[in-house]
Nanobody, 124 residues
Framework: QVQLVESGGGLVQAGESLRLSCQVS????????MGWFRQAPGKEREFVAA??????YYGDSVKGRFTISRDDARNTVYLHMNSLKPEDTAVYYC???????????????????WGQGAQLTVSS
């Protein structure tokens, strides 16, 4: 059984930084694509970032501010968030999926495994 557990969410002020973690069990993070999505109140779930082998992908709204990384020894994926803005406020979800050349990794429906979510609130 694959389990993803996020941690590290919280309340920060605009301009600050925060790191989210996603501990994975049941699959090796280096052998699958791992992604982060977020969902703000009243909005659809939005792609944030993904990592496949050494390739990384980012949504336009976070490019240059967020970085996705992976620690294979800890089987954990991270989302490093800098220069946070109030519009980054959302529940952040960690997700995983098998690697396939037919996937873009940008779409929610392409992911098979999901965490429970971590709340990030950015105050102005």
């Amino acid at each position: 059984q694959v389990q993803l557990v996020e941690s590290g969410g919280g309340l920060v002020q605009a301009g600050e930084s925060l790191r989210l973690s996603c501990q994975v069990s049941g699959r090796t993070v280096s052998s699958i694509t791992m992604g982060w999505f977020r969902q703000a109140p009243g909005k659809e779930r939005e792609f944030v970032a993904a990592i496949k082998w050494s390739d990384t992908y980012y949504g336009d709204s976070v490019k240059g501010r967020f970085t996705i990384s992976r620690d294979d020894a800890r089987n954990t994926v991270y989302l490093h968030m800098n220069s946070l803005k109030p519009e980054d406020t959302a529940v952040y979800y960690c997700a995983g999926t098998s690697i396939s050349y037919s996937r873009t990794y940008l779409l929610e429906r392409e992911y098979s495994y999901w965490g429970q979510g971590a709340q990030l609130t950015v105050s102005s």
